[in-house]
């Protein structure tokens, strides 16, 4: 490979940040709260997962969900026991895995999530008059605008189901794309909007519209699943579907889940206007008629039974009445990854092509990062075949690595890194970098590695700091006795063929 040149595909993607929550905790509606604030305002934000911690563990069967998500980084609210926090990182090998530290005296900020670098979506709404499809009609979009105040009045409803970030208002401001207000921050109000404007950019959208490999195997085909109660788990449930639906479309979208409390259900005036919306904004997905599915964690069979055929009565024709299911935490269905798969290289791949072993490689920064912002974000790394073509949905990356934690830091120790479910290195960017520079290894410093395991962080505050070592820095690791005489032999004769002669005759 020293004298070939070779192709390097580069893939942008965000940091994959699954939460790791104890739902038992006092505090958990704040925490929770504090989650999607941060997963809104975040590039790729919908697909970060939520994952419940019982007894400060992950319950079985949720590690599929992880599997599909792929994270990068787990953020911890609540205690985690050292076996899980090993687990984690030798199933996964995350570039890092913190927890949250409440300081006081507790304010509302107390429970927002401290991962600063993360790529925004400010730059997303200011650019969103270019992201116009085609076949969009007549107005431009417009952002729903409030005042910094507004925002405090927003019902967990309203944010969990559309959401809203302080973007909107930046990008109203500062970059002159048209706002849209709402008579007033009431649920009735807003979902009034939201119905009955067809170029409003939905924020919930918004978050979701970002590079995705895989998603969770459809679960609900040809439903519109309805999370049902006021129970924590009905919300994660909810959230984590996100990854069944996987990336959307912030313009002309259509709702694909929905979470609702009683208290939803019962303000007359917000549920006329919802059934409304779903009239208006559920779309089937092929030319079957979509099935509502009622589930729930919390609430009795008959009850779920009696919402259902409701919802489906009064909307009058858009969607049928499928059943309920009821749901029993901790547990969750088992699922399997999805490759999205397409006949085109996605848009944010670049290729490159290098020669060698010491690679250094321009960092062009995706459309979504700010200039000058302190964010960062992921590059995959595929090295192809310099025989195959790239532009077909069957180029795969011939140079793919066992996924293991001993292989962090073994292209360049300093930079976070770690191997995708994929099996490709993946290497964490910062805007302030112009140059992304890395070791190809030879196959005897890759051994190496996968011989002598350590634990890697890059940060004081990784969680993993205070597990133990697997073992001491070695001084050396060279062959055993019979490796050494092996090792003679070929240098006699040269290749193993060439000691054939030599055996025939013996």
């Not at 787990?74 to 205690?79: R, V």
């Not at 706002?179 to 009431?186: D, L, Q, W």
């Not at 300093?414 to 196959?443: G, M, W, Y």
């Amino acid at each position: 490979m020293a004298d070939k040149s070779f192709a390097i595909q580069l893939q942008h993607r965000p940091r994959r940040v699954a939460f790791l929550v104890d739902l038992e905790q006092e505090a958990v509606d704040k925490v929770l709260a504090g989650i999607l604030r941060f997963n809104l305002d975040s590039w790729g934000g919908r697909h970060n997962p939520i994952v419940p911690l019982v007894d400060k563990a992950i319950p079985d069967g949720w590690l599929s969900l992880l599997d599909v998500a792929d994270p990068d980084i787990f953020y911890i609210y609540g205690e985690v026991a050292l076996p899980t926090i090993e687990a984690l990182h030798l199933r996964y090998a995350p570039t890092f895995v913190g927890q949250h530290v409440v300081r006081g005296p507790t304010d509302s900020h107390s429970y927002f999530v401290q991962l600063r670098e993360q790529v925004s979506v400010r730059k997303y709404l200011s650019k969103i008059t270019e992201r116009l499809p085609r076949y969009f009609p007549g107005k431009e979009p417009c952002l729903l605008q409030l005042e910094f105040r507004e925002e405090r009045d927003l019902s967990p409803f309203f944010l969990w189901n559309f959401g809203y970030t302080t973007s909107n208002y930046f990008a109203i401001r500062d970059h002159d794309i048209a706002g849209c207000r709402p008579k007033s921050v009431t649920d009735h109000d807003l979902v009034e909007l939201f119905a009955t404007q067809v170029n409003l950019a939905w924020p919930i959208h918004v978050c979701a519209d970002a590079p995705l490999k895989r998603t969770v195997g459809d679960s609900w085909p040809r439903q519109f699943p309805i999370f049902y109660g006021d129970s924590p788990w009905n919300l994660i449930a909810y959230w984590n579907d996100g990854l069944t639906t996987g990336q959307a479309t912030p313009l002309h979208g259509g709702m694909s889940q929905l979470w609702i409390s009683p208290k939803n259900l019962g303000d007359e005036s917000t549920y006329k206007q919802l059934v409304l919306l779903l009239q208006r904004r559920v779309y089937s997905s092929s030319n079957q008629q979509e099935g509502l599915k009622m589930l729930s964690y919390d609430t009795e069979e008959a009850e779920l039974e009696r919402v259902g055929k409701k919802i489906v009565g009064d909307i009058r024709g858009n969607l049928y009445y499928e059943g309920y299911k009821k749901l029993d935490s901790p547990n969750i269905e088992h699922v399997e990854p999805r490759r999205i798969v397409s006949m085109f290289r996605p848009l944010g791949q670049e290729v490159e092509y290098a020669t060698g072993k010491d690679i250094h490689l321009p960092v062009r920064k995706p459309p979504v990062v700010e200039e000058g912002a302190d964010q960062s974000w992921m590059v995959d790394i595929l090295i192809h075949n310099p025989e195959q073509e790239l532009w077909y949905s069957n180029a795969t990356p011939w140079w793919c690595l066992p996924r293991n934690s001993s292989t962090a830091g073994l292209f360049v120790r300093p930079r976070p890194q770690r191997i995708t479910f994929e099996r490709h290195v993946s290497f964490e960017v910062s805007a302030k970098e112009s140059i992304l520079d890395f070791e190809i290894p030879s196959n005897a410093k890759l051994f190496r590695y996968l011989l002598s395991p350590e634990i890697r962080y890059h940060l004081a505050a990784d969680l993993r700091s205070r597990l133990r070592a697997t073992r001491s820095e070695p001084s050396l690791i060279r062959l055993s006795d019979k490796g050494r005489y092996l090792s003679g032999i070929l240098n006699l004769f040269g290749t193993p063929r060439g000691m054939f002669p030599i055996l025939k005759s013996c």
